[in-house]
T-cell receptor
């Protein structure tokens, strides 16, 4: 079974600085999808960024980028120019390939605090 | 366009009771999934429904059941509630074949 591990329960960053959140996963599959979701106090999970395992190029979405290391089974999220609105729980998630498969495995999350 | 809507937002039930949670997907989304998020943990997959049929099931007891209606809305039912069922229940919808799931704001269930 696939498992996702987030080893940092809490992280803190100064506004405008850069922070990296770590995620490792375990799988025997060669093709899969990885995601970072943000969950603010409103509770709604919001997709931050996604990565297809077959793509070697790291995904980037504005201030958010990932460092995908397939051999090491590592998928870290870098937030540049941190803003107060980035404060939230961040979850790393794994999804197996398969048509319309929404069985995602989530890590335990990292709580990010942004200091003004 | 409205996002994924869930009702109710909060619910308090007594041990042994039954509960029904509801989810309306984004217009055009035919796939609905349910997740349980216990406090301090990440969401855990319960069910996926597509075209009114169960397409996937997580490691949950038979007390948990769900269904999807012709308009693609969905209900999650939990029988014989236990204290451990207290959690945030999240619904997610997606287009057929899409890798992106859109989540609702969840229903906070407290079992006392």
């Amino acid at each position: 079974a696939q498992t996702v591990t987030q080893s940092q329960p809490e992280m803190s960053v100064q506004e405008a600085e850069t922070v990296t959140l770590s995620c490792t996963y375990d799988t025997s599959e060669s093709d899969y999808y990885l995601f970072w979701y943000k969950q603010p106090p409103s509770r709604q999970m919001i997709l931050v960024i996604r990565q297809e395992a077959y793509k070697q190029q790291n995904a980037t979405e504005n201030r958010f980028s990932v460092n995908f290391q397939k051999a090491a089974k590592s998928f870290s999220l870098k937030i540049s120019d941190s803003q107060l609105g980035d404060a939230a729980m961040y979850f790393c998630a794994y999804r197996s390939p398969g048509y319309n498969n929404n069985d995602m495995r989530f890590g335990a999350g990292t709580r990010l605090t942004v200091k003004p | 366009d409205a996002g994924v809507t869930q009702s109710p937002t909060h619910l308090i039930k007594t041990r042994g009771q039954h509960v029904t949670l509801r989810c309306s997907p984004i217009s055009g989304h035919k796939s609905v999934s349910w997740y349980q998020q216990v406090l301090g943990q990440g969401p855990q997959f319960i069910f996926q429904y597509y075209e009114k049929e169960e397409r996937g099931r997580g490691n949950f007891p038979d007390r948990f059941s769900a269904r999807q209606f012709p308009n693609y809305s969905s209900e999650l039912n939990v029988n014989a509630l236990l204290l451990g069922d207290s959690a945030l229940y999240l619904c997610a919808s997606s287009w057929v074949g899409s890798t992106e799931a859109f989540f609702g704001q969840g229903t906070r269930l407290t079992v006392v």
